[in-house]
């Protein structure tokens, strides 16, 4: 066969050849056999080499082909002998710019790659970081600076950090793009072996106290947002626990972590790791656990309010809540089945549970935390329709799957006595929940229909799909047996309360101004926020002129002022001089309105219930 030449391009070079041609090999040390050596592929990613000097890596970008443009146009390659210029004072110039360039290079550099090795984007995760590892996930909080220098404002728990890592978390986050904005979130890793991933999350001004404009603590609402989106990257990494910064306000942190990792998976197949969020540091573990109580009593409002209704039936509902108050001693639960409410001529309310094969449940709750067994109680009362398929006034069936949420007044009055019991608060709490479904049927409410209430008063069911006032009118007479400090009842009622505020507050219509104060106050520090609605005899006027009853359970004018001609009919049925009655039909479910809340039921407003009742406990006088 003919001798063909040889590629130059492709032939081997010896050792001891140019640099040029033979890069990508080394020669083995001596005693070593040939080919042991590593390759230095260029293109290959590294395996835990330390990356080189930025300026190296600067000179390098430099000379790299098409990165002329990182170079002023009068300016030569660096990689090349300099040439003569037409005079010295270019020569000057040229050396004084050229290590101005390589410094933005460097910068540009770390900017896209700010880890310790250059290409640890495609290399395995460190040490520790791995599913089912032992290291944990880090959230630490930043202020947004209040210089216009851009320099990072830890929190304590955050400069303690990065003094730990020598400075380097502050030099990264310096590098890698502009200042964090409030609820946003950089994550870094390999900073240290004992927190595999480090997430830094941005929370708003130092300083933000209570803004008067958006009735809410600001500072504690910018921790809960991230707080929660940070656990949420940790969740996404697989990590299992996750320690966080208290940022302040343990509280705010723990409610914030616990809320944002919440999700109903329980019926699916693939979950969601489970991650457990920790309290960075001990200062302030007091604060924590009782904001991890908050958390922990609004997610069981979540649970029950997601579950499907072939799930939580009125007699699950109450196995459910009687199972999370069973460790407490000075807790009684009590199932009233069928038989009892109908001793009670609970009339009203069982009008509306005839229509299913589902039997009514009254549960009634005692809690006894004070001093005191026979101080007057703290009553709540909660509607608790555990399906709503409007009855024989059948809703659309298009968001009809969402009625299993209409027993979200039931849940939240009873998640907030389960949280009541955790902190064991100073006072007695009584709480009654009339649960049912609302069903059509040949044995419904028939529009028209006259049924009587537990204190005598006839009522014309002009639409059966507005029932939640029936469960309640029975409910509230109940509620006037127990001398009660106050009487705060809790309903998804109408959705007219959904067209007047939306999801941005709870709609409350109350005959005391002592009351309203104490929800008011209480939601500013909670972030879930109430608003007062009129309780004027302009509507109540409109349910009181009836043809066939002593009032109406829908106003005469339909749908005009909804919400308002509801709290009204509730109304007839009071006469405690310390009543709420809040709407919560338009805080049921979350989309993206809360960040810290998932998509899904929301359990508002538990935590603001709660914070009522410890606000109450320590009230120095009974109201009167």
Known sequence: MPRVGKNPLRSRSAPGRSRAGAAGRRTPPAGMPLGSAPALHPRRPCRGRRAPPLAARADEALCAPGRAALLPSFLPSPSLPFPSLPSVLGAVLAAMLLPCVRSGAARRLARDAPR????????????????????????LGVYTSEKDDGAAQFTSAGDAFDRLVSGKLRALL????????????????????????????GLGKKNAGINEQENWNEGKENIRTAVAVGCRQIQDLEIPCVEVDPCGDAQAAAEGAVLGLHEYNELKQKKKPVVSPQLHGSAESQAWQKGVIYAEGQNLARYLMEAPANYITPIKFAEHIEQ?????????????????ITTQEMGAFLSVAKGSAEPPIFLE???????????????????????????ISLKPSLGMDAMRADMGGAATVCSAIVTAAALNLPLNIIGLAPLCENMPSGKANKPGDVVRAKNGKTIQVDNTDAEGRLLLADALC??????????VNAATLTGAMDVALGSAATGV???????????YEASILTGDRVWRMPL?????KQVTDCPLADVSNIGKYSRAGGACTAAAFLKEFVTASHWAHLDIAGVMSNKDEVPYLRKGMAGRPTRTLVEFAARLSQDSHNAK
């Open 116 to 139: 310790a090795c250059s290409c640890s984007a495609r290399r395995p995760p460190a040490r520790g970081y791995s599913r089912g590892a032992a290291g944990k996930g880090l959230v």
């Open 536 to 540: 004027f005899e302009h509507y109540t």
């Open 509 to 519: 219509f109350t005959n005391s101004s002592w009351l309203w104060t104490h929800l």
């Open 478 to 487: 109940y509620a006037h047996n127990f001398n009660a400090r106050a009487i």
């Open 324 to 340: 999370k108050l069973r460790t407490f001693s000075n807790v009684k639960v009590h199932i009233r089945p069928e038989s009892w």
């Open 365 to 391: 709750i005692h809690y006894l935390g004070g001093a005191i067994t026979n101080d007057s109680p703290l009553v709540f009362v909660g509607k608790g329709v555990t399906f709503d398929s409007g009855g």
């Open 174 to 201: 310096s590098l890698c793009g502009p200042p964090l904005k409030k609820g946003k979130t950089r994550i870094f890793h390999g900073l240290h072996q004992d927190f595999p991933s480090v997430v830094v999350v």
